[in-house]
């Protein structure tokens, strides 16, 4: 099995694992500044970046995920050192359950709005909803999945002009080929139905070793994720910080998210 990762800086290791099919693309504008600090290890769990786009993917299991990337850190991680971790989105459900497989490799984790949406209390309708992402991108494409998902995450009714795009019918539905082109398409139809169903180990997460922190970003209040990420540091009594940005923060604001990541591993002084 070959696992696929990127190195550059130099430093302690801080282990990225990006979100959505876990493609890295757009990182490139925070990993270049926490490169001055940190040794950036950039995960790619299914090698979307390195070639492996188009190739046949299977549904994906959380543990899969976390398994290789403590291969990585096996491979990169010099002998006697712990490893910072860092995972957005799905990345981030991979870096809690590293997390509690793993906790003697690392030192400090930070989940950013991980879509662990199990520990809420209205747990079965968000699950529901994810579901129904996925069959939408099956039955009508991404434009209608994404108008659905957004009203979702944003915990709010559809707009006229979502619904719309949802009462419109595609050309053809999305076939087979189209799933395996993009990582959108595969992040629709292999990650996010798994990924949003994983019951993360709430007990291993509370666990004082690795320290754990649940971000979440400030222009997210009142939406699912942020409400799931303030669960999340409840229930586990870990630290919750607001980060620059929504919940794709990490691309939209790169500079002040990078500032921010810096010091919530590394305080000043």
Known sequence: MSDHYDVRGTGPVLLIIPGGAGHPMGLENITTPLSERFTVVTYDPLGLAHGQLGEPVGEQRVEWWSEGAARVLETVLPEGESAYVFGSSAGAVAALDLASRHPGRLRHVVAH????V????DAERQRALFTEVRDIYRARGVEAASARMTAGLEERALTEQELDRLSDAADQPPSRTDELATPMAISLTRVLVPFTSYAPDLAALSAPSPRLTVAMGIDSVGQLLH????FLARRTGSVARQFPGGHLGVLTHPVEFAARLRETLVPVG
């Open 227 to 230: 409400r799931t990420a303030t």
């Open 118 to 121: 199990t520990v809420l209390p």
């Open 113 to 116: 709005e991980p879509p662990v």
